[in-house]
């Protein structure tokens, strides 16, 4: 397995119209790309910076990931995303390699893209999602 690039830090927020409208304002950052993703219970906003994104995201429903994440530990930096050319030959790669994985198989991603997420607890405290485009 090989990382092509980063595609993307999601920061977990409560508020994604202010959270946009802040990035415009103080930084001068565009959305790029927005979309629901209702199989994981958020609403996405994505930030072009050169070739990868700021992800903001917050939940649309109680319990999702990114709701619980909110109410044990605010908002804030949430996960990173890497590209791969091949997202199940990288999964298998890093549970070779001793990876607790999310997803026992990838699975389909934002922006059409297929992604497989990584557990912190063995990727030194950094939640990190696999991306193929």
Known sequence: ???TELDHVAI???????????YRDALGAQVAHRELVEADGVEEALLAVAESYVQLLTPTRAGSPVARFLERRGEGLHHVGYRVDDCASALAAAIAAGARPIDDTPRPGSRGSTVAFLHPSTAF???????QP
């Open 125 to 131: 405290g950094t939640l990190i999602e696999l991306v």
């Open 1 to 3: 397995m090989e990382l």
């Open 12 to 22: 977990a927020v409560r508020d994604l119209e202010a959270a946009v409208s802040w």
